[in-house]
């Protein structure tokens, strides 16, 4: 039984410093290295610039939309806590089988979460779950998404060609995408194996997913991205959750890689010191 | 009057900061979520590695004991970002660590907020 502690006395503090403290728009800091700013003068680009046409490049990190201060759950704006996704008895029996530790439900010990025990792929949407930036790097005839977590690419074909039909399984998937105007991106993706999580609590899907993501470009500094889940198997009806981001033209994308280190956690989790020894 | 005024200051850090990707890796659940511990202590060894940056630090108890405690911190890109380097922290460093300690009773800290040798809190997040 998965519990949710609500504590209500707290909120209008909470909001209040959650809305001073997290959502700022500080400038970032001098002189960080790899991973971190491109040294140099903060290069916000300024918020009421227009968006311009049929271009996502550049270094995007998941915030509030704009004009709007309020806590990340789970790290989209459309909380799969509060708005869970319809699922079929297929679907929520995996779902029950799901030991997340990101929800905060499970130790290390405990989970069974693919990502955090085995170094599985994120898969497709649930890389954007994960508080990372993400880069986008346009060619003539491909777009592609590079994450921070955990160092993966994804090769978006724009050069007209169809879904395959009958795709091989993949981690990330095989996508196509085009522009449906001139700040409006969409992405299809089909071809998924089943091993991944649709999100960090632990929702499922099949090989019969597919994801289409809408990547509108609000204006030059704000990006949201809004995906839809459609899998017969393991979802009633279609999910769509909801991302925001700001642009970040001052950051590089740095290192991850999942490793002995992370699977060692565990150890460090309760005291150990032999994560890297 | 003041203690409740300090107790309220408390909750509504520890709410606040609650509310941040506080591990963006991992979950929370090892740590006591519920209670805050403030520790000074001095540094031994800062391992500036993914996927969570870990600060040991030697803390002196009551009955003139040593503990060596650790304390994680969120992702090292995360940390460059705000400003922090490898070097930020060094071994004889003073520092005061608040946190979430492990539920066993280990050592372990889950980092809430961490001031250097000059006394002012270090970022913690990327902005």
Not at chain 1, 258 to 273: A, F
Request: aromatic share 10%; net charge neutral.
């Amino acid at each position: 039984m998965r519990t949710r502690v609500i504590v209500p006395t707290v909120a209008a503090a909470f909001a209040l410093a959650a809305s001073a403290t997290l959502f700022s728009q500080a400038a970032p800091a001098q002189g960080a290295r790899g991973g971190g700013a491109r040294g140099g003068a903060p290069a916000q680009p300024a918020a009421s610039a227009p968006a311009p046409a049929k271009d996502l490049t550049g270094v995007w990190m998941m915030r509030n939309p704009p004009g709007k201060n309020g806590p990340w759950t789970n790290f989209t704006y459309t909380d799969p806590m509060k708005n869970p996704p319809s699922m079929t008895d297929w679907g929520l029996a995996q779902f029950k089988l799901a030991k997340d530790s990101n929800g905060g439900n499970y130790t290390l010990d405990e989970t069974n979460d693919p990502v955090l025990t085995k170094c599985y792929p994120p898969g497709v949407p649930r890389v954007y779950f994960h508080p990372y930036p993400f880069e986008v790097i346009q060619t003539p005839k491909q777009t592609l998404l590079v994450y921070e977590y955990d160092h993966w690419m994804r090769r978006v074909h724009t050069d007209g060609r169809a879904l395959p039909t009958d795709p091989d399984p993949l981690w990330m998937g095989t996508s196509v995408g085009r522009w449906v105007d001139d700040h409006n991106f969409q992405v299809e993706t089909v071809g998924f194996n089943e091993k991944t999580w649709l999100d960090r609590l632990g929702h499922a899907h099949s090989d019969q997913l597919k994801v289409t993501e809408n990547f509108r470009r609000i204006d030059s500094n704000h990006l949201e991205l809004d995906i839809k889940m459609e899998d017969p198997k393991a979802l009633a009806k279609p999910w769509v959750t909801t991302f925001y981001y700001e642009n970040r033209p001052q950051w590089e994308l740095g290192e991850i890689s999942c490793s002995g280190d992370y699977l060692d956690w565990t150890q460090v989790e309760k005291g150990g010191r032999d994560y890297k020894r | 009057m003041a203690r409740n005024l300090i107790l309220m200051l408390g909750l509504i850090a520890v709410f606040a900061l609650g509310a941040r990707p506080a591990l963006a890796h991992h979950g929370g659940a090892a740590f006591d979520q519920t209670k805050m511990q403030t520790l000074s202590g001095t540094v031994t060894q800062l391992d500036f590695v993914n996927p969570h940056v870990v600060v040991w630090f030697d803390v002196q108890n009551p009955d003139g004991t040593t503990t060596k405690w650790s304390g994680w911190l969120t992702a090292p890109n995360k940390l460059q970002r705000a400003g922090w380097t490898k070097h930020t922290l060094n071994p004889g460093d003073h520092v005061t660590i608040s946190g979430n300690q492990q539920k066993n009773g280990s050592p372990v800290l889950q980092i809430r907020t961490v001031a250097g040798p000059d006394g002012k809190n270090l970022p913690t997040f990327e902005q």
